[in-house]
């Protein structure tokens, strides 16, 4: 079954203005407004999320929720995952494109716990992440795992 997630993304400016406005608003109905522009490099506001930025968000979110889902139906338990993901922006024959995307979370597990068991579920999730599954850029993932 099919779902849908609608959004309305609203900008308002002047593009003959040889500086026009970058700036605009994504919202989604009942979730609040989320600033966006495009990257500073590009004459974009570096306080708001950039395209670049979101594709790189969306990745890592989708691949750490799908993680904790196999986790939990595995019973392994992580108490804490703060991920340090990098999207990276270049042009290859003339085609500007996110060509990877890193993910390098650290992941807090209870002493004891299967480091490789947990390695293989990170790795595993990137099959079941369906942005992953929706991009044709490389993810790249280096998960430190910790015990505490």
Not at 69 to 82: I, M, S
Not at 115 to 139: G, P, Q, R, W
Request: glycine share 4%; with cysteine; net charge neutral.
């Amino acid at each position: 079954m099919a779902h849908s997630y609608p959004l309305q993304l609203k900008w308002t400016g002047n593009t003959l203005d040889g500086t026009y406005n970058r700036n605009a608003t994504a919202t989604n109905p009942g979730k609040p407004g989320l600033a966006v522009s495009s990257a500073p490099e590009f004459a974009g506001d570096p306080t708001r999320w950039n395209p670049e930025d979101l594709l790189g968000t969306a990745l890592a979110t989708c691949h750490m929720l799908t993680f904790l889902a196999l986790c939990a139906k595995a019973k392994v338990q992580v108490l804490d995952y703060e991920d340090h993901a990098e999207a990276i922006l270049d042009t290859v024959d003339k085609v500007t494109r996110i060509t990877q995307v890193h993910l390098r979370p650290v992941i807090r597990v209870p002493r004891g716990t299967s480091m490789a068991k947990v390695v293989d579920l990170f790795e595993k999730a990137h099959k079941y992440c369906f942005v992953a599954n929706s991009i044709t850029c490389e993810a790249v993932m280096a998960p430190r795992v910790v015990e505490v």
